[in-house]
């Protein structure tokens, strides 16, 4: 089974800094990767995903990721962070023939003044 | 539309009691799913359908029973709840049936649980 590594649990980052997440993926083949941002209280929404093509994809809020076949990853970046990007963060990688979805354990996200 | 909703929102329940969660969606979706997540352990598939009257197993169905009379509802039963049930659950639904993972899966806000 497909499955994909978080290896952050916590990142704390100041306002306007840069932002860095990590997740490690573990398929020989090229995988469909997902990231997925959970605000407090709330579900969770698709920030971006990748199926094939351009290895950086663009997503919602100022979000991209890049996926490199040879880091096995596909981490989430922003430029400049906003204190309403705090977070809990998710990877996620399909699974079963596509039929199922399977989430990392998730990088919290903590901004600070 | 309303997307995903989910009822109710919290309940705390006695060790052995029974009781349903809700979840319906009104975007059409043939794929609906239930998570558990608890802290460290990210979302974990309790549950799932690919259309109505179709429903399997995901990794963690021990506990709890689920059933998909129509494409809008899709109730996750409790049938005798445990403290290791504790939980946030959320419902999840995608456009495709039998692609779930590679659709956009949308999410309900979530019913937190606490079993005494």
């Known amino acids: 089974a497909q499955s994909v590594t978080q290896p952050d649990i916590h990142i704390t980052v100041s306002e306007g800094a840069s932002l860095e997440l990590r997740c490690n993926y573990s398929?020989?083949?090229?995988?469909?990767l997902f990231w997925y941002v959970q605000s407090p209280g709330q579900g969770l929404q698709l920030l971006l995903k990748?199926?094939?093509?351009?290895?950086l994809v663009q997503g919602i809020k100022g979000f991209e990721a890049e996926f490199k076949r040879s880091q096995s990853s596909f981490n989430l970046r922003k430029p400049s962070v906003h204190w309403s990007d705090a977070a809990e963060y998710f990877c996620?990688?399909?699974?079963?023939?596509?039929?199922?979805?399977?989430f990392g354990t998730g990088t919290r996200l903590t901004i600070i003044p | 539309n309303a997307g995903v909703t989910q009822t109710p929102k919290f309940q705390v329940l006695k060790t052995g009691q029974s009781m349903t969660l809700q979840c319906a969606q009104d975007?059409?979706?043939?794929?609906m799913s239930w998570y558990r997540q608890d802290p460290g352990m990210g979302l974990r598939l309790i549950h799932y359908?690919?259309?109505?009257?179709?429903?399997d197993q995901g990794e963690v169905p021990n506990g709890y029973n689920v059933s998909r009379s129509t494409t809008e509802d899709f109730p996750l039963r409790l049938l005798s709840a445990a403290p290791s049930q504790t939980s946030v659950y959320f419902c999840?639904?995608?456009?495709?049936?039998?692609?779930?993972?590679?659709?956009?899966?949308?999410f309900g806000p979530g019913t937190r649980l606490t079993v005494l």
């Open positions: 999840a639904s995608s456009y495709g049936g039998g692609l779930a993972g590679v659709d956009e899966q949308f």
């Open positions: 398929y020989g083949a090229t995988p469909y």
């Open positions: 990748y199926f094939s093509g351009d290895t």
């Open positions: 996620a990688v399909p699974n079963f023939g596509n039929e199922k979805l399977t």
């Open positions: 975007m059409n979706h043939e794929y």
């Open positions: 359908s690919v259309g109505a009257g179709i429903t």
